[in-house]
């Protein structure tokens, strides 16, 4: 990386995707309720809590189970399959910005070090959303269906991130909304501004809580070390 960063400045910046910068989360529900009534079922609002930031297997599963169907590995990836081409019917409609987002990552593309989007979204639906989210606002997309499944909450997608980048994941700034998101990002050691859009997120010692992306003050992110500590 030729940019000059400046001496506040985290190692890297990494973006988690939906509910993060986009709120694509309502879509997500859109199509997996529609799912659970095509098989003759319906989500709980339990289990669609319980999904929200995990990856497209591991959603499948618990939505199979939701609706009363054996989650065999055929009935997973049938699953996925049809929610994968309705999510691709909603993306197409376009995505809606979380508050703040866009001014995030012209002020994260600002700082002069590499910014990531760090996804558990497949690469399909997530090359639909680098339309509207732009693809030079990020260096690496690092998509849920490249971790070989050990996605978030697992530390695996910040870590090839990170690796990939060439920094150190204690050094980076990671930017979640929700707790299997969070969980992940903390597990590969960043530090992570945590801004909740579904599900409430707690306190934690690795975390700032911030209420949007336009109270993140972007010049001041290395601060955030320092408090942590
Ligand atoms: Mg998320």
């Not at 150190?168 to 960043?190: K, L, N, Q």
Request: aromatic share 4%; hydrophobic share 45%; glycine share 8%.
């Amino acid at each position: 990386m030729t940019r000059d960063a400046g001496p506040n400045s985290p190692a890297a910046v990494l973006f988690d995707m939906d509910g993060t910068l986009v709120d694509s989360e309502k879509l997500w529900s859109i199509a997996l309720d529609d799912y659970a009534a095509h098989r003759g079922g319906a989500l709980t609002d339990a289990t669609r809590e319980a999904m929200v930031g995990s990856n497209m297997t591991r959603s499948m599963r618990m939505l199979l189970t939701d609706v009363g169907v054996a989650a065999t590995d055929a009935e997973i990836a049938a699953a996925a399959s049809w929610v994968a081409e309705r999510m691709a019917e909603l993306f197409a409609g376009g995505l809606p910005w979380r508050p703040g987002a866009q001014e995030a990552l012209r002020r994260a593309r600002a700082l002069g070090v590499p910014v990531a989007l760090v996804t558990s979204t497949i690469r399909s639906l997530t090359e639909m959303a680098l339309e509207t989210l732009g693809r030079d606002s990020f260096d690496l997309t690092v998509c849920g269906d490249e971790v070989d499944g050990r996605n978030k909450p697992d530390p695996e997608p910040y870590l090839k991130a990170a690796r990939l980048l060439g920094v150190d994941p204690a050094a980076c700034v990671a930017i979640e909304d929700s707790p299997t998101g969070v969980a992940s990002a903390e597990a590969a050691g960043c530090l992570v501004i945590a801004i909740p859009c579904e599900v409430p997120l707690a306190p934690g010692p690795h975390r700032v809580l911030r209420d949007s992306l336009a109270d993140v003050d972007f010049d001041a992110l290395g601060e955030l070390f320092t408090r942590a500590a």
